[in-house]
């Protein structure tokens, strides 16, 4: 086999060497590659799986890093802005690892930034604050401390500061019911929390043998209860514990998956629904956490699912069902990102 067909059929992969990172400390992402079929089904299982299963090994510092120090994988905004990378002078590369923050410093800072390198499936880095604070807040403490000296504003304003950068590749979710298959992409920029939770819980298996438990036409779908299958129970279901709201500026238009709640804020668990009519009305009161870019026909089906009248939504008849969720690698086009022009 030629080195043109390898190069053809070269499976790339980013592995993150620590999903978790301190600020402060390096970023390490592995660059890896392999030409084996056996390296291509250990990613179907997941990064770091792959990485246990073994088949791939560190590309030549050339595949990586340009002749003029300048790096040949690229970071962009959430919001799909290419960032420019920085160029770096004797850079070294053990095993095939990078420290981002060299080429990119800017990920040390609060937000949601997409790695994509080749045909990997690209990574999302999330540069987090605790999820207690607020914008909100950290705009009444700068007025609050405006008359304070500067060194005590500093020090009162560092505890918004990020506390963690997470590395995890980039997913969407496939959700497979009775009517068809609805695909979602996340809101990792606005709802790191409730996405993570979302997708434990999918991994687990959590969400497989539910349904659909409530369904009021022109306004949206619910499912996610762990008890909708319970007599009596439907509504009532969860994880067993809640998550800390997020509440965004993403608004609830058709296609919106956003997290059902009881009266309290922080009450979300497991129960989410899709939105089927735009809802001004929830705007900032539900954590929104994804939206539909597939399969929005098999929502409108799951909507007219008929219930009884005056029963609040609740199917009192057949329920339609989740068959399972499962976490899919995202390309970077999922998230409308497209690649960024280079100079030959």
Do not use: C
């Not at 770091?48 to 560190?58: D, M, N, P, V």
């Not at 420019?84 to 923050?101: D, E, I, S, W």
């Not at 009519?277 to 909507?303: C, E």
């Amino acid at each position: 086999m030629t080195a043109a067909r390898l190069a053809i059929h070269a499976i790339f992969a980013l592995l993150p060497v620590r999903g978790y990172v301190q600020p402060q400390r390096p970023v390490l992402v592995r660059f890896a590659t392999a030409q084996t079929a056996r390296a291509r089904r250990a990613l179907s299982v997941g990064l770091r799986a792959a990485e246990r299963l073994g088949g791939f090994t560190a590309p030549a510092t050339g595949d990586i890093i340009t002749d003029h120090n300048r790096p040949l994988f690229d970071l962009y905004t959430f919001g799909g802005k290419a960032i420019a990378a920085k160029p770096v002078k004797h850079a070294h590369f053990v095993h095939g690892q990078v420290n981002l923050v060299r080429f990119f410093p800017q990920i040390e800072n609060t937000g949601t930034y997409i790695l994509t390198w080749k045909n990997a499936t690209p990574l999302v880095i999330e540069t987090l604050n605790n999820p207690g604070q607020s914008g909100a807040m950290l705009q009444q403490l700068k007025s609050e401390v405006a008359g304070m000296p500067k060194a005590q504003q500093a020090a009162m304003l560092a505890q918004f500061k990020p506390v963690a950068i997470h590395l995890q590749a980039l997913q969407y979710a496939r959700i497979k019911t009775g009517l068809g298959t609805i695909d979602a992409r996340f809101y990792y920029n606005v709802a790191p929390h409730t996405v993570e939770n979302f997708i434990y819980l999918a991994h687990q298996r959590f969400y497989d043998g539910s349904n659909f438990h409530r369904i009021i036409k022109n306004f949206m779908i619910q499912g996610g209860d762990s008890v909708s299958n319970i007599r009596g129970r439907a509504g009532t279901g969860g994880p067993g514990y809640a998550v800390v709201q997020e509440f965004n500026d993403k608004p609830h238009v058709p296609g919106v998956l956003s997290m059902a709640r009881s009266q309290p804020k922080d009450s979300a668990g497991s129960q989410f629904f899709i939105v089927t009519k735009a809802s001004p009305s929830l705007n900032g009161q539900y954590t929104a956490f994804g939206r539909v870019f597939k399969g929005m026909s098999v929502v409108y089906k799951i909507a007219n699912t008929p219930v009884a009248p005056d029963s609040n939504g609740t199917v009192t008849g057949k329920k339609p069902p989740i068959i399972s969720i499962r976490i899919r690698p995202a390309t970077a086009a999922i998230y409308g990102i497209k690649p960024a022009g280079r100079k030959k």
